[in-house]
Structure formats: C-alpha cells, structure tokens
C-alpha cells in the first residue's frame, strides 16, 4: 500500500488504462503558475509537466454505490510537481478535462480546475488511443504503444508516487489519495498535447515525451483541508 492512509474516504474510483506523458521544462516557466503556498518540486533542478489521460471507472462516494454513466469516463489532467508549505510532495492540476457535467460542476465548485470535454479512449491489445476536445477546440489526442514490465528508478517514482493533491479555494487545501504504489510498464507514445499546455499558459513541449503505462490501481480519495 502506499505511505498515506486514508481511514475514512469520501469517494472511491480505480483509476485505469493510464499513460503518463511527461516532458521536462525550465522551473521558470512552471513555478510562475503556482498559488501562493506551493513551491515547485524538481528533479536534477528541472520542472516537470504531466498530461496524464486515463480511464475512471466506479467513481462514487463512500458507502454509496458506483451510478453506471456519471461513474465511468475518460478523464485528461495537465500537473506539475510540487511540495505544500509544511514541506509534502503533491499534484499541482492545472486542468482536468471530463465529459461528465454534473461531475465537472461539482468539483468546480470545490476549487477544482475541471473543464467539461468530449473524451474517449479505445484499447486494442497493447494499444491504447485517447482523445479529447472542448467546446473552443482545445484537446489533445495520444496514442501508446505498451511494452514489458518495468522497475521504477528515481525519476519515474518522483513523477508517479504522489499521494496528495493541492487546489485553490480562497486559500490553499489539500487531499489526501490512498492506493498502491502504481503497476508500471514501459511504453512508447505519439501525442499532440499543444493546445492544452497553452490552455493554461504553459510552453508546449519541444521534445518526445517520457511515457509510462499503468493499468491502475484501486484510490481512496480523504477529505480536503487546509494546507
């Protein structure tokens, strides 16, 4: 299991079919996007930026069961890396798209920066494609290519194993997430991300991706608070 426990949850889910795409960016043009609060959290003194689409499915509240279309979807979220003012490692969102709209409403109104978008993703064998877009035209498609098994090194655990997210909501909170450590395969990737790196004011990648593959894990989602 992870380090975090999460004794008593709100909200269920198992995240799958994941990639994570990741580039390496300079920490100025990253750090500049932050709240107040959060220090930017790098790796060889680089930033990193994630696009990490992947598959929801039983999203529901605790003790409450999964609601068949509202709890199963593809979800795309734009991160960097960063630490909270008492020093924990955590997940900076800058966007998160969802095709859900009661789902997008809701965690907008908590301070989450979600965006309603049509999304989908279609799996054949070791192949997984995944496409968004929004009403203005902003999305991304990728499609992996998995390979064998893989070992972490200190990179890929750094970018991965994150059991906290922070939001912005009239100050800074955040949530605890509880799962075990991510399955990791190694896997290659053509994605065209521009649109949503520019989206929130970020350079788009000048380079090929770091990409890993997962195909989930079960998380246990804590009550938000104060940072």
Known sequence: MSSNRVPRPVSLQRLTDVTFLHWALPASAVEERLPPGLDLDTFDGRAWVGVVPLVMRDVRPARLPAVPHLS??????????????DGVPGVWFYSLECPRLPVVAALRGLGLPYTWARTHTQTSGEHVAYRSRRRDGTGM???????????????????????????????????PVEHRPWPLRAATAHADVGTLL??????????????QFSPGVDARIGAPRRA
């Open 72 to 85: 199963h979807f593809t979800e795309i979220n734009v991160r960097t890396y960063v630490r909270g003012p």
């Open 141 to 175: 498609h990728a499609a992996t290519r998995i390979g064998s098994p893989v070992e972490k090194d200190q990179l890929m655990h750094f970018l991965v194993e994150r059991y906290h997210a922070f939001f912005w909501r009239a100050g800074l909170w955040r949530v």
């Open 198 to 211: 520019h989206a929130v004011h970020l350079p788009g990648p000048r380079s090929e991706p770091l990409v």
